[in-house]
């Protein structure tokens, strides 16, 4: 058989599969995989460095299918090349519940599927931020550990949503040359051709954001084959514009929008059949063809073991370091490090911006866990998240620890989960609570996949002022704590902050938003607990002096509020309890008894955050006092505002007086 005639038959594999489990589920999208086999078909068996039965191997080129709709194309690859997990049981029972063949690539659901790529653009920007934790890893434990490629397959919907650029500018600006990025140029979208909305050289495009690109047929082996080499020893990323024909083969729909995302049927499924000749049954792959792509998931076995031993051989320290990161524990000293640095905040009572509280707590977790990595979109002297020992990452040097992302608040979340997901490393990044409406597709996408993403959010509420009600997040807090599987930590002073920021780097399977101050906040955690009381979601930070009438809820700056009015009520003779909530998710977590006893049953209950009353409901009761936003806020300064909207203690012990005279 000619080697043009193998690869033919091996990409035909891959269409037929497609297309056999679209038509079985009667749903999904053939076209992608009919007219991208040949890309995957050259880049799996001739270039891609993985080993099918260690799928988590740490050094393997990592494969990102950004077009997430085309998701068969990837299953197609997993079963044929053996993955275990992969079975044709699965193929069969494509987007049916239960399955691990979701219809789009699920992260976690199987070996092999990297990202989560639904929203189309995210996998594209999830791999800035794989192949720049490959170089950072890199710098860090040097070839014989570290040497790999990203690759992409993008389509038109992916360059075409805004993330793309941000997350092609900053890669260009890097200069990630291990990046390759395939784009399916099949010219059709959803409603028709892409003419219909776009007509963006893309080509020139990524040229200009300082990367490499060329066009080529992808229907062409070689041509395909000679692209990867190039791209393998160029100095920029690569993008591989590949012309291709969505659901190639088929009769009547191949290149037409009618090829996109629902099943073929059986005459045009027929139809491809004698197009490509192909005489199996559905879901029956030719005994030599399967048994080449078993060969294919084996042919990295020897790469792998060569690593393997290279590992074993290497410094007993770097080993143990590479390792320790690799599996996501933080150092043993962590814990203690953080104990001490608790204790000596309660000591020293500093008043300071919780985002300054996390700036210094940052200095001691960035000096005690080597791989974390910093970053902000464009806000680095708003949002303190920089310390002494992040230094800038340029496309000079990768060993440093900080990332400048620009005014890109949607690539950078979505490049600090590809970090994540590259293993080795904790990245986070900072801009303004307002803008997580910009980062929040990443946000949530971090929360379904289950990983230790950790988002930096400043300027947390009305009290950031002049900049007035464009930056001054209200509904933001309600809008977080509406995602599941996500932590919205809002510290009161720098303790709850340093233990914010332990939980968040604890938690390997929930993401982190933790929602800070501009204005100044006194120490109100004075006596030291070694215990984190953060990780409770909420607790009695002041007792009533006898039964308590009323107790009050309060997050962040509001909790000095809260402090302030139970000093007012209790001096007219109403015992009040103050309860700090810096994490309502984590509170909910907690067992009933606790909950009834922190929520208490004092006659009157009391919310005071800056922001709207959604969520709260479920602690204070829908007849519970709420003091806070019912709107946007203003322009003026701190001073003007809290009174202003009368989020005062005096304003909050009036209300309750009120009620309780009732």
């Not at 009667?26 to 007219?35: A, E, V």
């Not at 955690?525 to 909420?538: D, P």
Request: aromatic share 8%.
């Amino acid at each position: 058989m000619s080697s043009r005639e193998q690869h033919d038959r091996m990409a035909n594999a891959i269409r037929f599969l497609a297309m056999d489990a679209v038509e079985k589920a009667n749903s999904g999208h053939p076209g992608l995989p009919m007219g991208c086999a040949d890309i995957a078909t050259v880049l799996f068996s001739r270039f891609l460095k993985f080993d099918a039965k260690a799928p988590h191997w740490a050094d393997r080129d990592r494969f990102i299918l950004s077009a997430g709709h085309g998701s068969m194309l990837l299953y197609s690859l997993l079963y044929l090349t053996g993955y275990e997990d992969m079975t044709i049981d699965q193929i069969k029972n494509f987007r049916q519940l239960g399955s691990k063949t979701a219809g789009h690539p699920e992260y976690g659901h199987a070996a092999g599927i990297e990202t989560t790529t639904g929203p189309l653009g995210q996998g594209l920007a999830n791999s800035v931020g794989f192949a720049l934790g490959e170089r950072i890893m890199n710098a860090a434990f040097g070839n014989d550990l570290v040497n790999h490629y990203t690759y992409v397959l993008a389509g038109d919907g992916c360059l075409m949503e805004g993330v793309s650029q941000e997350a092609i500018a900053l890669a260009g600006h890097l200069k990630l040359n291990k990046l390759i990025v395939f784009w399916d140029n099949n010219n059709i979208s959803i409603d028709g051709p892409v003419s219909l909305a776009d007509n963006t050289d893309q080509v020139a495009r990524f040229q200009a954001s300082g990367w490499n690109a060329s066009h080529i047929d992808g229907t062409d082996p070689e041509a395909i084959a000679y692209a990867i080499e190039a791209a393998r020893h160029s100095d920029k990323p690569t993008m591989i514009a590949c012309k291709t024909t969505i659901g190639f083969g088929a009769p009547t729909k191949a290149g037409t929008n009618k090829a996109h995302g629902s099943a073929l049927g059986p005459e045009e499924i027929a139809g491809a059949r004698k197009f490509f000749n192909w005489s199996s049954p559905p879901f029956e792959i030719p005994a030599d063809i399967l048994d080449a792509w078993r060969a294919v998931g084996k042919t990295g076995v020897k790469a792998r073991t060569d690593w393997e031993g290279r590992l074993a051989k290497a410094d007993a320290k770097l080993k143990g370091e590479f390792e320790r990161r690799i599996a996501g524990k933080l150092p043993e000293n962590f814990d203690a490090v953080l104990g001490d640095y608790k204790k000596k905040l309660s000591q020293d009572k500093p008043k300071v911006a919780t985002r300054k509280s996390s700036e210094m707590a940052l200095e001691v977790i960035n000096g005690t866990v080597p791989e974390t990595i910093g970053g902000s979109a464009d806000l680095t002297g708003s949002n303190n998240t920089k310390t002494s020992q992040t230094k800038n990452i340029t496309s000079d040097d990768y060993g440093q620890r900080y990332v400048h992302y620009g005014v890109r608040e949607h690539g950078m979340a979505a490049a600090i989960n590809g970090l994540t997901l590259h293993g080795g490393l904790i990245a986070y990044g900072g801009t303004f609570l307002c803008f997580s409406d910009y980062a929040r597709p990443s946000m949530r996408l971090a929360s379904l996949m289950g990983i230790r993403s950790i988002f930096v959010m400043t300027h947390d509420s009305i009290g950031l002022g002049e900049d007035g009600p464009t930056h001054q997040p209200v509904e933001h807090l309600a809008a977080l704590r509406a995602i599941p599987n996500h932590n919205v930590f809002r510290p009161a002073d720098a303790v709850e902050t340093a233990e914010c920021w332990q939980i968040a780097l604890e938690s390997e399977k929930t993401p982190s938003t933790l929602a800070l101050t501009r204005q100044n906040l006194p120490t109100v955690r004075t006596e030291f607990s070694a215990k984190n009381l953060s990780s409770q979601g909420a607790y009695e930070l002041a007792a009533a002096s006898g039964e308590a009438v009323v107790t009050i809820f309060a997050t962040g700056s509001e909790v000095e509020i809260a402090l302030g009015a139970r000093d007012l009520l209790e001096k007219h003779g109403h015992p009040t309890r103050v309860v700090s909530v810096p994490c309502f998710e984590l509170f909910d977590l907690q067992s009933d008894d606790y909950r009834k006893k922190t929520i208490g049953n004092a006659k009157v209950k009391v919310a005071i955050e800056a922001g709207i009353r959604q969520g709260w409901d479920h602690l204070i009761g829908t007849d519970g006092i709420f003091v806070g936003m019912h709107g946007f806020g203003a322009s003026g300064t701190i001073e003007q505002l809290y009174p202003h909207f009368g989020i005062t203690a005096d304003a909050a012990a009036k209300v309750v007086e009120a009620r309780l005279h009732k």
